[in-house]
């Protein structure tokens, strides 16, 4: 049963309120003061709750504010209710954790359109429509290509200065693989593509370093009420994912606050490393490298895309001569095995965009960092059986005739092997599309 809470000292409004939540099939609790509605919220765990600003006791910027601490509870949806109109009341229940601010009298017909996207599965992704059919073309496209920070220039200008951002469709879904500064591309290419109607978007972020977060508050989708951005990753090291996202856009960095922006947006932790977006089958891989990241594979019926930007092969890391003698083996056998999972969750994928950030003589001073060379990238990619191969991350000092010579190597490389492998440089705008009969005809 869906729960709503209602926290309010006017037993009037709890009375109304409470009528109207129930003949639209909510099961409603109330409260009339902050400290009770907080004990009922960390009991009943509503899916929504509504709570007044200016009530004796706790007052409601302060049960927001708790309510968004509470780990159970972050993802309810938290509507802040004030007699008073004023800008400045709407903006500090939104700072407090809002996620949406009624006037009263409380415009009920608002309230349930509020309340419908949080009633049975309207938060999931298949509700909020892409804008495409499963039917229309599948193909990833590059939007930034860059590790570490933007490299605009003349050196640049090929292959691109942005930071990781890519796009891929298929399955009637629109996923963006991190919010690198590429991401800002990408949303002025969806607004004019798109045009004022209503997109539900998925991104899926694979770890919170700056390059795979920065460009988000620029992502002009996220200012439109009518879209829907659905962000999903693994919780990191020391913060929460919307925590992250918020926390860039605080004020000392950036005028607008997260819960400030328009769109609706949902964060969700992910804590499972199988699971679908639509008809898009979406896999999960930790990466090795600082803090926690993951890859992702995206597997639909015309083809798999597989993702890894930020990786370091384990048995790099662990072969290190300061490990103690006596551990060197064990250690060596925990990273053929952890490389072997690696490949093993990119076995036989169509498009392999990896991380290639170093040449060989870059990485041997780079030991640790949590990036590949471009020998590693075509060892795995060849070892995973993967048809192509896009070098990616690329390191901010390298000029567009450095990845030349990058990927020239790399395709050397995959001659001397012997084996069949495609191999090109990620550049920003390139589109690569994903055909099914490439499954047959290999
Ligand atoms: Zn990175
Ligand atoms: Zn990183």
Redesign the pocket.
Known sequence: MKTVLVIDDDADLRFALSAFLTSRGWEVVAASDGNAGLELARKHLPKAILCDLLMPGTNGFRVCSAIRDEDALRYALLIAMSGKGFEDTRVAALEAGADEFLTKPIDLERLAALLDQVSGESRSPTEASSGLSPTDPSFVRFWGVRGSIPSPGPDTVRYGGNTSCVEFRGGGEIIILDSGTGIRLLGQALAEEFKGKSLGLTLLIT?S?W??VQGFPFFNPAYDSGNRLRILGFEGAREGLAGIFSSQMESPFFPIGLSQLPGHLTFEELRTMEFSIGQVKVRVAFAN?PGV?VGYRLDTESGSVAYLP?HEPFHRLRSQPALPEALREKAAEFARAEDEKIAKFLHQVDVLILDAQFDAEEYANHTGW?HSSVDDAVELALRSEARKLFLFHHDPAHSDAKLDQMVQFARKLVTQSGKKLEVEVASEGLKCELIPAAKTAK
């Open positions: 770890h370093h390059d795979h490298h990241c930020d949590g």
